[in-house]
């Protein structure tokens, strides 16, 4: 993929691409051995820059999907006024944007090069769940048996035995992914798997699924089935090639002067957490990046606290970007109760649809970073709300800042709701609060 140039902008970024297992592709047409990584770490060491933004999509997205995020967000932050106030505050400001890519569709267009986009979706469903989830011995067949039942009965009113059965063979194939409950890994922080809790909710609800009005019926436990694996997945890419990535940046020349921000989205926020944190294990090479913006996080709200409620003695997975100051300056997450992808769907997934109530005031058991924001870090923790993009902030280093955002992020329609309206001036002025405090 080569450089990207944003139509009407001028901005440019790379794209770093990654496959399911965390390693960057090789197959990229605009790189000498295919590797786009090298040439990208070249550029930064003859440009350096002052500030590396790197950038992470969530749920859903294949190439087109990454590039239309990116192409909305940088372009949202390279209007915002706060972009001249960098140039006042550092007068040798000189951004470097990377937007980095992994295969977090179903099935989509993962085509590198001049062909992305060209994807009609016509290929067989089951061998492209059969690709995404991992070819494994009896998993094409369960996934057609699923698939006739639905053909079968496509307004069945309950799912029937033979998909059932498949169903729970299939869970049982995926062993990457767990079900540990609330104190597991990302992949692995659900309710032992039922698939008639996902068929009754499909029931219950006009358009059940993580942002998706298809698969619902009897195939909507699959859809489900596809968000952990998905949401593993991010867990992998992120601690795997991605954290080796910028590791060898920040290990670079330029990379030791340079400021670098990250940036996430949705599943995104479990990735740039597992680059910053590597695969759970102490890295004597570990350093601090500038700032961390989580926006509508589809991760537990007990990914950073450092004991979890109901797993006395266990902390969040990602306690250790605190612990082990991984982020020197500000970390933000955004919440809004207009984002139904994670206020409503994630706990669904997780395999509570009928959570029992919680106390006014406490967060449930099962909820999401974009719904509640990081839980358990009283009084580490800020809460404030998200500022109109003219006012000022005041964010200070090493500080953690829950921003409830309903005001502004509150537009969309469907299972998501407003879980993609992440690119408004609002959000950017979040962000660049974020990457220019402290300077």
Known sequence: MPYRTIAGAGTRYALLAFDAEGRERTDDPDAADGS????????????????????????????????????????????????????????????????????????????????????????????????????????????????RAAALDPAADRLPPDADSAYRDIDGLLTEMGSSGVAAPPGGDREPFDPQVYFEASLEEESFGFGSRSLGGILAPLRQLSFWKMKSRAQIVGEGG???????????????????????????????????????????????????????????????????????????????????????????????????????YYPLAAGVANQIEFAAGEPPRYGALGAFGAQGLDPEAIALAMKPANESYGLEQGRIYNVEASRYIRNGDGASGAHNDIDGPEVAHLIWAAALAGK
Not at 251 to 260: C, E, H, K, L, P
Not at 287 to 311: F, M, N, R, T
């Open 36 to 147: 786009f990584s090298r040439k990208v770490l070249n550029d930064i060491a003859s440009e350096r820059p002052t500030d590396i933004f790197i950038l992470c999509h969530g749920w859903k997205g294949d190439i087109p999907a990454s590039l239309d995020q990116y192409d909305r967000w940088i372009a949202a932050m390279d209007r915002s006024p706060d972009r001249s106030e960098a140039e006042e505050r550092r007068p040798k400001f000189k951004p470097f944007r990377i937007g980095v890519h992994w295969p977090s569709q179903p099935w989509g267009d993962e085509e590198l090069g001049s062909g992305a986009g060209a994807f009609d979706g016509s290929a067989d469903p089951i061998a492209l769940y059969v690709d995404r989830f991992g070819d494994r011995p009896g998993l094409r067949e369960r996934i057609a048996t699923v698939f």
């Open 242 to 344: 991605m954290h080796a990535l910028l590791r060898e940046l920040q290990s670079s020349s330029a990379g030791t002067t340079a400021r670098v921000h990250l940036m996430g989205h949705s599943f995104g926020c479990i990735v740039v957490s597992g680059m910053l944190c590597g695969r759970g294990t102490a890295d004597s090479s570990a350093k601090s990046v500038a700032s961390l913006a989580l926006i509508q996080g589809a991760l537990s709200h007990w990914s950073y606290c450092g004991e979890i409620p109901d797993a006395v003695g266990r902390q969040g997975y990602f306690r250790g970007l605190l612990d082990d100051r991984l982020v020197k300056g500000p970390i933000v997450t955004t919440r809004s109760i207009y984002d139904t992808a994670v206020g409503r």
